[in-house]
């Protein structure tokens, strides 16, 4: 099925907008005046995101020892920024828990590669010591939503796509692209950059395939293809893209990382997530 750039946009102008609560989070975060207080009204307004932001909280990947029963308390166990990423998954949760049967995913598991991923990324950034990990987290969070825009279109095509991935052993992405004329990871830049986010991590999510085009933030975007790569290795919400997908070594020597770094994180995210179908 062919589909026009005109498609795609009423798509993406189909998609929900993050909610108003997450964007006055991201507003008083960005205060140096804001206090703990008005921060915990706003999350508390929305007692379901209250929930998701408590659960997401208590992951093992924050390694709190102790039950955090408030928000309040996630406020002063996390920070600022922890909890604005955070409020920005939970507000975006509904939008990826979902089936996307084009890429062969069951409900919820976009949702945990995401998710994953976001905290993947966040891991890495602080690994080679990347000076805004948030960033990582919500483009690592992000990088797939265009799957959810393409996902109608791939239901038709997935197997056309497949079959030459399987004969040309061409990556999926690239195959994608061919059949459809655009990649998911295009598409994802648009719903990023309507959802007004800095520009460094729409480029991150729009090229998370092919880190080497970056040129806003090439850091960042190696960090998220890198991320994205350790959670398909990891076995963690795969698709069918998953398919014919490495570590371009590019991205690995702009950190002076190789595969048994990567591997080594691999090895210290796997004892985090086990807990991960808590997240969804």
């Known amino acids: 099925m062919a589909i026009s750039l005109e498609e795609i946009v009423r798509n993406v102008n189909d998609l929900p907008t993050m909610s108003s ?38 992951s093992a990947y924050y390694g709190y020892s102790r039950h955090i029963a408030t928000i ?14 955070l409020v920005v998954a939970a507000s975006v949760n509904n939008v990826l828990n979902r089936e996307v ?47 959810v825009i393409l996902n109608i279109y791939m239901v038709d095509s997935y197997g056309e796509i497949i079959e030459r991935v399987r004969r040309e052993q061409r990556p999926f992405s690239a195959v994608e692209e061919d059949v459809l004329g655009f990649t998911h990871a295009t598409v994802g830049g648009m719903v990023a950059d309507k959802w007004n986010l800095p520009t460094d991590q729409v480029e991150a999510i729009a090229c998370h395939h092919t880190p080497l085009d970056a040129r806003e933030s090439p850091q960042l975007t190696a960090i998220i293809h890198l991320a994205d790569v350790v959670c398909m290795a990891m076995g963690i919400g795969l698709g069918g893209d998953a398919l014919h997908y490495s570590f371009a070594g590019e991205t690995l020597a702009l950190f002076g990382l190789n595969e048994l770094d990567m591997e080594l994180i691999m090895a210290e995210l796997a004892e985090l997530m086990g807990d991960i179908n808590m997240l969804n």
């Open 21 to 58: 609560i997450a964007v006055q989070v991201i507003r008083l975060t960005e205060d140096p005046y804001s206090t703990v207080k008005q921060l915990d009204e706003a999350i508390c307004r929305d007692q379901a995101m209250a929930a998701k932001v408590l659960r997401l909280s208590n």
């Open 72 to 85: 309040v308390e996630a406020i002063g166990v996390l920070g600022f920024s922890t909890i604005r990423d």
């Open 101 to 147: 049967q084009g890429y062969q995913m069951a409900r919820g598991e976009i949702w945990r590669h995401s998710i994953t991923c976001a905290m993947t990324a966040r891991a890495i950034a602080q690994r080679v010591r990347f000076p805004a990990a948030d960033r990582a987290f919500i483009a690592g969070l992000m990088h797939d939503i265009g799957k």
